[in-house]
């Protein structure tokens, strides 16, 4: 079965690109309501551009860790063209989705995702979502950040496309429809004219889905058939790489994609999953790591308290100064290091007022675990954070016995650093 995340390298490299356009276009958003009078739509807009650098960020961290920490990987059966893609999908229905699909709804999903799509259409094109309907259409079997990907590779792909080819407009919108037995891709009845690829594991019963429609020239009709193949591109510059992923990881929800034309003219790329038959559990907050470190200490000194210095070790400048604003916005000072020796000067210097001490996996040519293990050899209850950009399942392995207190994943918001020093009894 195609694999659940496409982990191809140059399929991750495609949407981490997608996710750094909308950072780009968002920040210039946010730049400009903040170049001119501060109005209240000028606040408004920067605001809004700002919470899509957050979400861009957070999402781009997560390919980036897939890339990180995925094993070479076999060419994807999404590079089987045309019939030979379409006889292969019957049988890869046998097989299980990848993916532990939830309940997702729609219409919130596409609000909360609203200023990250429109980011990457940019100023290419009128970017529009629908009202929702009344009654709203079922909640929908997804992985969340599986669908955002899909999503944004089909809205970014219109956006590509009219610019090229002409067309004013992209609306996103969430429809209910019924699986009709059998659906794109399949040899019985295409309805309403669709050409697809990977049929859903479970005909006849209700679906949902997201349809992303552009008011541009469409697809040529000789190209349609296969437009989900490897390297199909109309564009002069595409590469093919984004809908060519999309089946794969449609599939691995437990869904299908599928291309229709727009009336009178343009495209219609939707991505299918099936309806939830239960409304989408409210997420309760993620229970923290439980690394083998000491509790946290009964009646450990606040942020408020005068003086109090948080250890930053990062052999990256950028990092260390970003990290620096974080920790001083919280109340803390920051005492910032880029190197072991570094370091290890700063803690012997400050070691009475330091807090915390939030230490980079990687520093220079190794890891800092020699650094840990002074610290924790000096003040072993002193919380030591591991921040890194690969995952905590390969981090905890690079520090297999090394003592540290938490892992933080890079990038990570202030609200994440805040949930962890909550836990050492730090910010209130």
Not at 7 to 13: E, G, K, T
Request: proline share 11%; glycine share 8%; hydrophobic share 45%.
């Amino acid at each position: 079965m195609p694999s659940a995340r496409s982990n191809d390298p140059a399929a991750l490299a495609h949407d981490l690109n997608n996710l750094l356009l909308a950072i780009v276009n968002a920040s210039e958003a946010a730049e400009a309501g903040l170049s001119g009078p501060l109005t209240e739509q000028n606040a408004a807009l920067a605001r809004s551009g700002l919470q899509t650098v957050v979400l861009a960020a957070q999402q781009a961290a997560t390919l980036a860790r897939a890339i990180m920490d995925a094993p070479a990987a076999a060419a994807p059966a999404a590079e089987k063209d045309g019939a030979a893609a379409q006889e292969a999908a019957p049988a890869a229905e046998a097989a299980p989705p990848a993916l532990q699909a939830k309940p997702v709804d729609l219409p919130a999903f596409l609000a909360t995702h609203r200023n990250l799509f429109a980011a990457l259409v940019g100023k290419r094109a009128l970017f529009e979502l629908d009202p929702v309907s009344d009654p709203p259409p079922p909640h929908g079997l997804a992985d969340p950040s599986t669908l955002s990907r899909v999503v944004g590779n089909f809205i970014k792909n219109a956006a590509e496309a009219l610019a090229e080819h002409g067309g004013t407009r992209i609306r996103v919108r969430v429809v209910a429809r019924q699986w009709g037995g059998r659906v794109p891709g399949d040899l019985g009845p295409a309805p309403e004219g669709f050409v697809g690829t990977t049929p859903p594991p479970t005909a006849g019963r209700d679906g949902v889905a997201i349809e992303v429609v552009d008011d541009g020239p469409g697809v040529p009709p000789d190209v349609a058939p296969t437009v989900f193949s490897r390297a199909r591109t109309t564009k002069a510059t595409g590469h093919g790489i984004g809908l060519s992923e999309a089946p794969a990881m449609a599939y691995a929800m437990g869904g299908c994609v599928s291309y229709r034309p727009a009336e009178p003219h343009g495209s219609v790329f939707a991505v299918w999953m099936p309806a939830a038959k239960e409304a989408p559990v409210a997420e309760k907050p993620a229970e923290p790591p439980k690394p083998a470190a000491p509790a946290p200490r009964p009646g450990a000194p606040r942020a408020a308290e005068p003086g109090a210095a948080i250890l930053l070790v990062d052999d990256d400048p950028g990092i260390l100064q970003a990290a620096a604003i974080l920790f001083r916005v919280m109340g803390f000072q920051p005492l910032t290091a880029t190197s072991l020796e570094d370091a290890v000067t700063a803690f012997n210097a400050n070691a009475a007022r330091i807090r915390a001490a939030v230490l980079d996996a990687n520093v220079g040519d190794g890891t800092s675990a020699p650094l840990l293990d002074a610290i924790k050899g000096s003040v072993p209850t002193l919380p030591c954070i591991i921040a890194s950009g690969y995952s905590e399942q390969k981090t905890a392995t690079v520090f297999a016995g090394h003592r540290y207190d938490a892992f933080l994943g890079k990038p990570y918001t202030r609200s994440e650093l805040a949930g962890i020093l909550a836990r050492f009894s730090l910010v209130r």
